[in-house]
């Protein structure tokens, strides 16, 4: 039976091994498929409001204006919600 001092030596060790592997996940998440926030709308400049079901992003006088993703978000196909003249 292994002694106080090296039972806690493999406790941290593994804490310390998961939590290195949380923090891996974490900052791997956000290499995945990206929000069609840089590439624009689909439809292009006909389009002012749209979404791939994570972010809704919209033209603003200031400029693309966009939500916040989910954690748990998976990226569909970007689709036009509101086309140029519509009003807001």
């Known amino acids: 039976m292994p002694s ?3 039972a806690l030596a493999v406790t941290l060790s593994i804490a310390t091994a998961l939590l290195v592997v949380l923090l891996a996940v ?3 998440a956000g290499l995945g498929p990206q929000p069609a926030t840089d590439g624009g709308p689909p439809g292009g400049p006909a ?5 791939d079901e994570c972010v809704v ?5 200031e400029g693309l204006a966009c939500s916040t993703p989910g ?3 998976v990226p569909a196909a970007p689709r036009c919600l509101k086309p140029t003249g519509v009003p807001i």
């Open 71 to 73: 954690i748990a978000c």
């Open 57 to 61: 992003c919209r033209r603003a006088p």
């Open 47 to 51: 389009c002012s409001e749209w979404t």
């Open 26 to 28: 974490i900052a791997g």
């Open 4 to 6: 106080r001092d090296e």
